[in-house]
């Protein structure tokens, strides 16, 4: 052994290098974390464009039948756009970081 390795204080005895998180698991965790964000963001999109188009019926049951048809309509007309916008926004989280799990370095 030569002199320099052949002590190591309490203090860096302990440290490890920080480890690497595999690409395809980023990439799956990316994934799931797209399903998470294209529900809740249809959800939300949804249940706007819904609230929108029935807040001005008299009727509980025509309200929310109208509501559900603006959805409806809604998302045929923009699917393709809020998809690309979803994928989008889950690629750029995760490729910064930002989703849990996709991270390169585990802390």
Known sequence: MN??????SPETASVRPPRRRHLLVRIGLGCLWFLVIWFVSNAIIGGFV???AG???DSPELA???G???SVAFFDQYRMPVLAT???????LGWFGILPGTREMIK
């Open 3 to 8: 002199g320099e390795n052949a002590y190591q």
């Open 50 to 52: 819904g609230a929108m």
């Open 55 to 57: 807040a001005n019926v």
């Open 64 to 66: 929310a039948q109208a």
């Open 68 to 70: 559900f048809n603006a």
């Open 86 to 92: 979803q994928i989008c926004g889950t690629i750029l």
